[in-house]
C-alpha cells in the first residue's frame, strides 16, 4: 500500500481543498505536462511529468506552509504522522548507507574539512563522518530530531538552511533525501551555495525515478509518499538542475542504500521470522546522487 494509515487521517484532516495547489513544473516552470497517476490511491494529488525537460513532480500538492508545519512536528519520525515509520529502528542500516557514501566522498576528495548536512534528522551521517571531517553541523526541522543529532555532531540548527548564520561557510555540503520534499529546488541549491566555500563539494541525493525498481513496482513504488515528495529526480533532472545552478564538474556518484528487512518485507505485504529482524539488506540503483563543485569567483 503507498499511503499510509497517517496519510488518509491528515488527507480527512485536510477536509477542504484550499490547503491544496496546482504549480507548474518546479524546474523548469513549463506548463505542459502529462498525468502519469491521478486516481486511487494518489487522489487528491497526481503525478505529473513536464514533457519539456522531462521533471516528474507532485500536482496537485499540498501548500509549502503547512508541510512545514508538518516536518517540525515531533512525530514525524516516529510514523505518527507523514514521514518514517520508525526512524530510529532504521539506524543501522542507515548507519551503514552513509558509511559507503562517505567513503565515496574520500574518494573523490571531498573529505577532510568542514560539513554541513541539511535535514540530517537524527544525526546518524554526521555520527559517522567523525573520521572524515574535522567539524560536522547539520540542521533539521523537527526539535526531536536536533536534540539528538546534537549528540553526534559539533552543532545542529534548527530549522531550514536560514537558521545557519551567514558567516558559516562548509568545504562539504550534504543532502541525501530532501532535495525530494523542496518546493523550490533552484532556490535551495542557491541557498546551499551561499554556504559553500569556492572549490566545496555539493552532494545531493534523491530516490531514483528512472530506476528499474520505480518502473517495476508502478503505483507501488515506495517512494510515492504522499503528500511529502513534491519532486522525483532521475540523474538527468538532477544533473540539470545542479548545473543550472552554476556547478561544475558535475559526477554522478554511486550510492547503494541498506534497508532494514522488516521494511522491505512490509514494502511487499509479507511477514518474516523474528530472527531476521535484525538484518539489513543492501538494494542497488534505488537513489541517485550527483556531486558537484562550486567555481571560484
Not at 41 to 46: E, K, L, Q, T, V
Not at 102 to 116: A, D, I, K, P, W
Not at 176 to 189: G, Q, R
Request: aromatic fraction near 12%.
Amino acid at each position: 500500500m503507498i499511503i499510509s494509515d497517517a496519510v488518509i487521517h491528515l488527507n480527512f484532516f485536510l477536509s477542504t481543498m484550499t490547503d491544496l495547489e496546482l504549480p507548474s513544473c518546479p524546474l523548469c516552470n513549463s506548463k505542459n505536462a502529462v498525468t502519469l497517476y491521478a486516481d486511487e490511491p494518489f487522489a487528491p494529488y497526481g503525478i505529473k511529468c513536464c514533457t519539456d525537460c522531462g521533471l516528474y513532480y507532485l500536482a496537485p500538492r499540498l501548500k509549502e506552509e503547512v508541510m512545514l508545519a508538518l516536518y517540525a512536528k515531533d512525530r514525524y519520525f516516529t510514523g505518527q504522522a507523514v514521514g518514517y515509520t520508525d526512524y530510529a529502528a532504521q539506524e543501522p542500516a542507515l548507519r551503514a548507507t552513509f558509511r559507503r557514501l562517505l567513503h565515496s566522498l574520500e574518494q573523490s576528495r571531498c573529505t577532510g574539512g568542514t560539513l554541513l548536512e541539511v535535514g540530517c534528522g537524527y544525526g546518524y551521517l554526521l555520527d559517522e563522518a567523525r573520521p572524515f571531517f574535522k567539524n560536522r553541523m547539520g540542521t533539521d526541522f523537527s526539535t526531536e530530531a536536533v536534540n539528538i543529532a546534537r549528540n553526534h555532531a559539533d552543532h545542529v540548527y534548527q530549522g531550514g538552511i536560514d537558521a545557519l548564520p551567514e558567516n558559516e561557510i562548509f568545504d562539504c555540503i550534504i543532502a541525501t533525501h530532501v532535495i525530494e520534499h523542496v518546493y523550490h529546488p533552484h532556490a535551495f541549491i542557491q541557498s546551499l551555495l551561499t554556504h559553500l566555500r569556492p572549490g566545496g563539494c555539493l552532494v545531493v541525493a534523491a530516490p531514483d525515478m528512472g530506476s528499474f525498481w520505480r518502473k517495476l513496482m508502478g503505483k507501488r513504488w515506495p517512494s510515492y509518499k504522499l503528500p511529502e515528495h513534491v519532486l522525483y529526480f532521475d540523474r538527468i533532472t538532477l544533473s540539470r538542475l545542479l548545473q543550472e545552478c552554476g556547478l561544475g564538474s558535475l559526477k554522478v556518484i554511486s550510492y547503494p542504500h541498506a534497508f532494514p528487512l522488516p521494511l522491505i518485507a512490509s514494502k511487499v505485504g509479507l511477514k518474516i521470522p523474528g530472527f531476521l529482524c535484525r538484518y539489513h539488506l543492501w538494494l542497488p540503483a534505488t537513489t541517485t546522487a550527483v556531486m558537484g563543485i562550486k567555481a571560484y569567483g
